[in-house]
Nanobody, 122 residues
Framework: QLQASGGGLVQAGESLRLSCRVS????????MAWFRQAPGNEREFVAS????????YYEDSVKGRFTISRNNAENTVYLQMNSLKAEDAAVYYC?????????????????WGQGTLVTVSS
């Protein structure tokens, strides 16, 4: 089970940190990712991290502003979002892979959280 939290309403330029706590499986062995879906759009990749935090990937529009990290001792993955823009507004989903790497496409992720809403006012 994946439980995402941390969403909310912020103004453009502000920051948020999303958290996703994993229970019911061995968290530390698997890659994790964040995806997002804005109204009327398909779900898109945001960031991913491998099992030992040695590899991360980011969608181009969030590079330099977002940081994905994980704490295996706490079974939690984070997404620090800085300098938020109106176009970052979406429901953010955390996902757990069935493999240990960091992947950018949904086919590598078998487990999904319920989503947390991020609203950015301009």
């Amino acid at each position: 089970q994946l439980q995402a939290s941390g969403g909310g309403l912020v103004q453009a330029g502000e920051s948020l940190r999303l958290s996703c706590r994993v229970s019911g499986r061995t968290f530390s062995n698997y890659g994790m990712a964040w995806f997002r879906q804005a109204p009327g759009n398909e779900r898109e990749f945001v960031a991913s991290i491998n099992w030992v935090s040695t590899s991360t990937y980011y969608e181009d529009s969030v590079k330099g502003r977002f940081t994905i990290s994980r704490n295996n001792a706490e079974n939690t993955v984070y997404l620090q979002m800085n300098s938020l823009k109106a176009e970052d507004a979406a429901v953010y989903y955390c996902a757990a892979s069935f493999r240990s790497g960091a992947y950018e496409t949904e086919e590598f992720y078998a487990y999904w959280g319920q989503g947390t809403l991020v609203t950015v006012s301009s």
